[in-house]
């Protein structure tokens, strides 16, 4: 019996600690596996020259053997992936294998548990296969990188460690759960994945589920910066992770707004949000003032991130999450200062569907339009693929130059907007027309110039 009551008190003390935490837990972690795989793709002919390239071109290892096992690294196809129907376009990620392997590299202690962990995601051959290069490259960055860089990692982790529990990021983070109207259960943390860098060339972040990766150079200190960048990306899992139902509510605020514009600034908002909450929100409750410094390196997350924050502000001191009113003060902001991006293509292009018979195409947007925050590709201009593309609330390109004739009266019969559209199949074209989703709508007809040429006279410079 006396047993019994110390394990019921034991229970009730682990009981009032999970009930009152009151704000997620957000945690470091180091993972040297991860680090290892880091390291190896970093060492691809595919990957720019860095001073890990430099390193180890210089060192022992650099030899035919571990040359051939990056090849191999190169050639493994590891990314998979599923989506989730009936969300809106572009606003609930697919899951690609690649982040679950990031995943289990982080929490696995060991190959082996790495192994049982990921068995049955990928290939079992591919699998082994991943990890035995792994192994082989664990004591490659050990000696060149780790180790005699370890007393700066551990110091380097320790301060990050350190602001981690000074500042109440995870009260940022709760409040933001409020604002975005996004489930979240407390037992699960936001673990950011640190990896010390030797690189001078600025810090990363990227984020999957409750997860962030940050490479930080050891000579980097700003961490207001960092970690106002860090809850950035946290607040893109807010965004990713809200419910089926809230997200089509929110569309169908935008919908119902009476603004042409308003399907693209549904487009913009995920970023400029995430924009605004981490280097204005945060950041200011860090300094006592928004970030002085650029938001962002793309001009119109950056515009509409400072504009919208008086909003954001107005809402998480309310703590109210996003309605209509929020959603009809984001539209017409957008429209009373930044209308025209609607005629910009890297605008209208970050946000893509593009269908047709050349695959050379896909290069050449991707060169032309490089910032991409979704697209999506198909080769075969046929009824069946416009109707797909039909119902994909992006901007639409469809680049015809074979079976012109054929293909342009597929066109028409898609898309009711062109019922009364006079062309001509025999000469070069790019129409554009705003389709009922208000979206963008560009037909090219190709016959003798290149993809690029007709974009290049019909489209203005890319600035």
Not at 80 to 94: D, H, I, R, T, W
Not at 199 to 205: A, H, S, Y
Not at 243 to 265: H, R, T, V
Not at 341 to 357: K, S
């Amino acid at each position: 019996m006396k047993r019994k009551s110390v394990f019921t008190f034991l229970l009730a003390l682990i009981s009032t600690a999970v009930w009152a935490q009151t704000t997620p837990k957000i945690a470091l972690k180091y993972s040297r596996l991860f680090a290892t795989y880091e390291f190896v793709k970093k060492l691809s002919g595919n990957y720019p020259e860095t001073i890990y390239k430099e390193i180890f071109n210089k060192s022992k290892y650099h030899t035919a053997a571990y040359q051939q096992l990056i090849a191999q690294l190169d050639a493994l196809n590891l990314y998979y992936e599923f989506s989730y129907p009936g969300y809106p376009v572009a606003q609930k990620l697919s899951v690609g294998t690649t982040s679950i392997i990031q995943r289990n590299l982080i929490y696995s202690t060991s190959l082996n548990e790495f192994k049982k962990n990921t068995f049955g995601l990928i290939p079992a051959g591919d699998l082994f296969q991943f990890a035995g290069i792994l192994e082989k490259f664990e004591p490659v960055y050990d000696s060149l990188v780790y180790l005699p860089n370890k007393d700066k990692f551990d110091r380097k982790f320790e301060a990050l460690e350190a602001f981690v529990h000074k500042v109440p990021l995870g009260q940022y983070f709760q409040n933001g759960i409020i604002l975005y109207n996004a489930p979240w259960d407390y037992s699960i943390p936001i673990d950011i994945a640190v990896i010390p860098s030797i690189d001078e060339d600025g810090f990363t972040g990227t984020a999957f589920f409750n997860n962030i990766i940050t490479e930080v150079p050891l000579n980097f200190n700003d961490n207001d910066a960092l970690f106002s960048v860090l809850m950035h990306e946290i607040y893109h899992t807010l965004y990713n992770e809200q419910s089926l139902a809230f997200k089509n509510e929110l569309n169908g605020y935008f919908y119902s707004n009476a603004s042409p514009n308003s399907q693209y600034a549904n487009l913009l908002l995920n970023e400029a949000l995430a924009t605004a909450m981490g280097n204005g929100y945060v950041f200011e409750q860090i300094n006592g003032k928004p970030d002085p410094e650029p938001w962002y390196n793309v001009k119109y997350i950056a515009e509409m991130s400072r504009r919208m924050y008086p909003l954001v502000k107005q809402y998480l001191a309310a703590k109210k999450p996003m309605d209509k009113q929020f959603v009809d003060e984001y539209i017409r902001l957008y429209d009373q200062n930044f209308s025209a991006w609607t005629t910009e293509p890297a605008h209208l292009f970050t946000y893509r569907n593009v269908l047709t018979g050349d695959e050379n195409d896909f290069k050449f947007l991707r060169k032309q339009y490089r910032r991409a925050n979704y697209y999506e590709n198909e080769t075969g201009v046929t009824p069946a693929a416009l109707q797909r593309q039909s119902q994909s609330a992006v901007t639409k390109v469809v680049i015809i130059s074979a079976n012109n004739k054929q293909q342009l009266k597929w066109v028409q019969e898609t898309y009711p907007e062109l019922k009364t559209w006079k062309y001509n199949p025999a000469q070069e074209f790019m129409y554009t027309v705003l389709l009922k989703d208000r979206t963008k709508l560009f037909v090219v007809n190709k016959l003798k110039s290149t993809t690029e040429a007709i974009f290049t006279k019909n489209l203005p410079a890319t600035k």
